[in-house]
């Protein structure tokens, strides 16, 4: 009985010594999958690459600069009209329960202005 109980004991260490070995194994695995990233991003394998595959990587990465522009564009004019539209309501409280009759002149000033900014059509300009 002791026999047994000393052999599943053995098996047990013997187990978490493998696990902790796998797991070693998938940690080193993974910091070298993170190295060679590294490297990529930092464009250190570029030197082997000849002209043709150079002006193909730059076509590609010209378009995917494109559609991270469109994109940052969309969200900028996203925001923008969330704050003209916070502004606004912050503006109508306001010209509601005005406190002073500087307020009310600065904050009518400034809502006349977001009306007709708002109905025009504005664009960003992005350059690089």
């Known amino acids: 009985m002791k026999r047994a109980l000393d052999n599943n004991s053995k098996g047990q260490a013997k187990s978490r010594n493998e696990c902790d070995n796998e797991e070693g194994i998938n940690l080193h695995r993974e910091i070298e999958d993170l190295q060679r990233l590294i490297s990529r991003v930092k464009g250190d394998w570029l030197d082997g690459l000849g002209l043709k595959e150079l002006q193909q990587l730059e076509k590609k990465l010209e378009s995917g600069l494109t559609r991270v522009r469109s994109e ?4 900028l004019r ?4 969330n704050l003209r539209r916070q502004i606004k309501e912050l503006c109508s409280k306001a010209l509601q329960d005005p406190e002073s009759s500087e307020c009310i002149t600065n904050l009518e000033a400034l809502h006349a202005y977001l009306e007709e900014s708002s109905d025009s059509d504005t664009s960003l300009q992005l350059g690089l």
């Open 72 to 75: 940052k564009e969309i969200k």
């Open 78 to 81: 996203e925001e923008n009209n």
